[in-house]
């Protein structure tokens, strides 16, 4: 029996009057990459924050791990092994590559209420920090202030700050967003890579990566799921090609 | 040791000299102006220093920081009023009054952010203000004369030497200098620092943020407080002046004019700032139009182009071609 690491039930979020968020109720499987397609405005980032905790949702549940995380902020819920990256690239720009990783590791070895040791030499935090650049391909790349990186390099290194404490479960917010042809292949690959270590949520506009890695995908549309199973039945699924995929 | 040897270390070693040797120059020169306007600067420059640490490195544009020096130096003031003369009794006063006062205005302005976060910085600090001049007892707005220095019970030490108070400040900017490097360097600093370029992402990372932010602020007003303490020291006076809402903005502006987030940045500020405004309104008559008495004239365009030319303020000066803004 596989064992479910995220299980969500009828989870709700309103702004104002629209229902970005209408119940939605999922299942992720340990070890699964399960995709999240939707048309533009389904929902599906909105879904995202709600998992990580960053949006507060209105009604419904979260059980992650086995564990009831519907009350806990999203800081709690990191420290659980429940890692998320952005759709809009938000690394910190002054610090250099390493110094982003670093921070992510810093994030869960410990309270940070220690004023006076020097952070950027403790090699608690550097030397991991460096092993995952190198992970990812960027360990040429690790004293380059991260606002100097090339728009693919900063994804990457996004994904390497969700990696670098060892998540039980990553949220992956279209990582291939913004990327030419060539960065997403490599994306895909990276994220291909991995799969099986970590279990992954990934929201993605880019229908190749999404076939390709996808072991479920689910369809939202305005905040609903109106479909779940294995690529090639989403594929087939006739109210799908209507809502979604006819489009293409 | 490299870094020492920058432009910019150079800049800061020469400014600390300086600093240093004021009093015996005018020693020498029989002169004992200029050390009481060293003295004023540099307790601005601790004050600015501790500002920078929250608006600086930590993105939260407290437009209240003079709060802390009207509680640091009332609570010196207060206590004299009571012939309670002992140092350490200020000391702790000083220190226990922002830390409550800073916990109480951060917790309660660190949940908004922007625009709300400066105005509600700014109204608490004015509510404190409205408060002290309603308290007759301690001189209303005219203030407190302050008797009695703060008497540490040291035979060696004694604020009443003008040497000694000179390095006391001297060295108290020197600690606030250090403790604010070490602290933006460590950890907790790499917190302050994540949580004022992106917040939500902290947070996503793991990191509880309203925590540090929090601790950081009380931090900043203990540091602050340490200056209303020695303020309240040199002048032998406290007014609620000190801590009215134009005293938070001169301070901001010695903070950008210096350099936000860097070391020595608001130290450079707030010499700069004093020195000018204790300069400028010596400037003679020219044509009969009396410069000196219409001074800030001159002085409200020089920050303003000191500003739009070095957005990173004086510091900038001293950075290396091509270094990152």
Request: net charge neutral; charged share 15%; with cysteine.
């Amino acid at each position: 029996m596989s064992t479910v690491m995220l299980e969500v039930k009828e989870l709700r979020k309103s702004f104002g009057g629209v229902k970005a968020t209408d119940g939605v109720s999922l299942e992720v499987i340990e070890g699964e990459v399960h995709a999240i397609i939707g048309p533009n405005g389904a929902g599906k980032t909105t879904l995202i924050s709600q998992l990580s905790g960053l949006q507060r949702s209105d009604g419904g549940s979260t059980v992650f791990a086995g564990r009831d995380i519907t009350r806990l902020s999203a800081p709690a819920r990191s420290r659980l092994g429940l890692a998320r990256t952005f759709q809009i690239t938000s690394v910190f720009h002054d610090f250099t590559a390493l110094q982003n990783v670093a921070l992510a590791i810093q994030a869960h070895s410990g309270h940070s209420f220690r004023f006076l040791k020097d952070a950027s030499s403790d090699q608690v935090l550097t030397e991991p920090a460096r092993r995952r650049l190198a992970d990812v391909g960027l360990g040429e790349r690790a004293d380059i202030p991260a606002g100097d990186l090339a728009h693919g390099e900063q994804r990457q290194l996004e994904i390497a700050m969700a990696l670098a404490t060892d998540p039980k479960m990553l949220l992956l917010d279209e990582p291939m967003a913004g990327m030419g042809p060539a960065d997403s292949a490599d994306m895909t690959s990276y994220l291909k890579s991995i799969k099986g270590q970590v279990t992954m949520l990934l929201v993605e506009h880019d229908m190749q990566a999404v076939f390709q890695l996808a072991d479920r995908i689910s369809v939202l549309v305005y905040g609903r799921i109106i479909a779940t199973g294995d690529p090639q039945s989403i594929r087939s699924n006739k109210e799908v090609r209507e809502a979604y995929l006819g489009e293409d | 040791m490299k870094q020492l040897m920058s432009a910019k270390g150079i800049f800061a070693i020469s400014v600390v000299l300086l600093c240093a040797l004021v009093p015996l120059i005018s020693a020498a020169l029989d002169n004992t102006y200029w050390p009481g306007v060293f003295m004023r600067a540099m307790i601005w420059a601790i004050a600015a220093i501790s500002l920078n640490l929250i608006l600086g490195y930590g993105g939260m544009v407290s437009f209240g920081h003079a709060l802390f020096l009207g509680v640091g130096g009332y609570a010196v003031g207060i206590l004299a009023y009571y012939e309670i003369d002992s140092g350490w009794i200020h000391l702790f006063a000083v220190l226990g009054s922002c830390a409550i006062i800073g916990l109480i205005v951060g917790a309660v302005s660190l949940r908004t952010r922007g625009v709300y976060f400066i105005m509600i910085t700014m109204a608490l600090s004015q509510m404190m203000y409205y408060l002290i001049i309603s308290i007759d007892e301690y001189g209303s707005d005219d203030g407190l004369v302050i008797y009695n220095r703060s008497d540490f019970g040291l035979s060696f030490f004694s604020l009443d030497n003008p040497n000694t108070l000179y390095y006391t400040i001297f060295f108290c900017m020197l600690g606030a200098l250090w403790l604010c490097a070490r602290i933006v360097g460590s950890r907790f600093g790499n917190v302050i620092r994540g949580a004022a370029s992106n917040e939500t992402r902290m947070q996503a990372m793991g990191f509880p943020t309203y925590r540090y932010r929090l601790t950081c602020f009380v931090i900043s007003g203990l540091i602050c407080g340490l200056a209303g303490m020695l303020s309240a020291n040199v002048e032998s006076f406290i007014s609620p002046d000190a801590l009215h809402w134009t005293k938070s903005g001169e301070l901001i502006f010695m903070v950008v004019l210096g350099g936000m987030a860097t070391l020595f940045g608001p130290v450079a500020g707030a010499l700069v700032f004093w020195l000018l405004s204790e300069f400028l309104p010596q400037l003679p008559e020219i044509n009969g139009f009396r410069l000196g008495e219409h001074w800030h004239l001159i002085f409200g365009p020089f920050l303003l182009l000191v500003i739009i030319f070095f957005r990173r303020g004086i510091a900038s000066l001293f950075e290396r071609e091509g270094a990152r803004p």
